[in-house]
């Protein structure tokens, strides 16, 4: 019972782990391109994501809610305005390249 239920969820846990891999490459490109420091790259958005994993545990989530704590966490350096450029539209760009769902994307900038 417990092999067919791990099977059943497989593809999901799938899909998040991708999205995870392709963001963390896009934001340690991002964080190469913009001369982001060891204190706010892909590693830092790596440790920020295993927090909210922890945090997640024990609430219940839709699956789009689980995208937009996912996204927030690995993506929510990308545009401070410490780092220049300060370019939204390139981390929506950088976004959609992981999450195909605009409406999604702005939820996650605008944490709504």
Known sequence: MKLSLFLFFLPAICAFQTMI?????????LSLERGIDNS??????????YYAKELMKDVSLTTAQK??????SLFHDMNDHKYPPQDLDRLI???SKVEKD?????RTI???
């Open 40 to 49: 706010h790259n892909h590693k830092h958005s790596q440790e920020v994501l």
């Open 21 to 29: 891999e392709r963001s963390l490459n896009n934001i340690q490109q």
């Open 102 to 106: 605009p409406h999604l994307i702005a």
């Open 110 to 112: 605008l944490f709504t």
């Open 67 to 72: 995208k937009m704590i996912i996204l927030g």
């Open 93 to 95: 760009f950088e976004m």
